[in-house]
């Protein structure tokens, strides 16, 4: 008898994505434009009307920096616990990237606090 498996779910990845472009402050037709393919496109694929070839899968992964498994099922990060402190590390290294050295010296006090109060 064959194992079942998880099949992605179109609604549940155009969700996803829709939530990922607004957060990253961008509109249909910029990532559009950084995919390479129509906003009426990008629409459907939000609506879930409409899969992807995996080329356009793999560029709307890194135009919207996110792992494709966190796409496909909502995990942003393997199942593989070894990886996911440094995924963990990279994903806040490019949240805090842009951020100037007074901003970066709260967030560090802010961490600071955090930590001690945890122990």
Do not use: W
Not at 4 to 12: G, I, Q, S
Not at 33 to 55: C, H, R, T
């Amino acid at each position: 008898m064959a194992e079942e498996y998880a099949v992605p779910n179109r609604r549940h990845i155009g969700r996803r994505i829709v939530s990922l472009r607004m957060a990253n402050g961008l509109s249909r037709e910029a990532l559009a434009g950084k995919v390479g393919i129509s906003p009426q496109f990008i629409a459907d694929i939000e609506y879930g009307n409409k899969g992807m070839s995996l080329k356009t899968f793999y560029i709307m992964c890194q135009a919207l920096n996110v792992t494709p498994n966190y796409l496909l099922a909502g995990n942003r990060y393997s199942n593989d616990n070894q990886d996911e402190r440094s995924m963990v590390c990279e994903e806040i290294m490019g949240i805090i990237s842009d951020c100037d050295v007074n901003h970066l010296k709260r967030i560090s006090g802010i961490i600071r606090i955090y930590i001690d109060g945890m122990v």
